[in-house]
């Protein structure tokens, strides 16, 4: 497995997208945009904080490449950016197939398992009634 996001290029903006994302407000304003562009205003109307405070959470937003400021007239709308979310999921990746693969090797040992006990358990059924056999009776013989 190559050190991705281990002392490279892409280790500084993937820690700033982790980071912006680690917040609930940033991650609700993120949200919002994924369906169109939306003013400062827009963004801070369904939070109860001060229009400074959305600010502060915007400029986190665009310092890690997640959100751009446009131009239109006297409005400066917010727009979402893929590029820093397909990275942090590139990175997410690797590690769910890293799962994925332990989930299967444990389901695989877990099955090995349980087809050894069922035939360990057959075998002794079996043993069992080989042994009623050769002592010349079974158990419904038995009184």
């Known amino acids: 497995m190559e050190l991705y996001g281990y002392g490279n290029l892409n280790s500084g903006r993937l820690d700033a997208t982790f980071a912006a994302l680690a917040d609930p407000t940033r991650r609700a304003i993120l949200a919002r945009l994924?369906?169109?562009?939306?003013?400062?205003?827009?963004?801070?109307?369904?939070?109860?904080?001060?229009?400074?405070?959305?600010?502060?959470?915007?400029?986190?937003?665009?310092?890690?490449?997640?959100?751009?400021r446009g131009l239109d007239a006297q409005?400066?709308?917010?727009?979402?950016?893929?590029?820093?979310?397909?990275e942090a999921n590139e990175w997410l990746e690797r590690y769910r197939q890293f799962w994925e693969a332990s989930f299967e090797r444990?389901?695989?040992?877990l099955l090995e398992?349980?087809?050894?006990?069922?035939?360990?358990g057959e075998s002794?059924?079996?043993?069992s009634k080989s042994q009623g056999k050769k002592r010349g009776r079974t158990k419904r013989h038995r009184k």
């Open 34 to 68: 994924a369906s169109g562009e939306a003013s400062v205003n827009e963004l801070a109307e369904p939070f109860e904080m001060s229009q400074p405070a959305i600010s502060k959470h915007l400029k986190v937003l665009e310092r890690a490449g997640l959100i751009s």
């Open 75 to 86: 409005r400066r709308p917010r727009r979402l950016e893929a590029k820093p979310l397909a």
């Open 106 to 109: 444990l389901d695989a040992l």
């Open 113 to 120: 398992l349980k087809d050894g006990e069922s035939k360990t």
């Open 124 to 127: 002794r059924v079996h043993e």
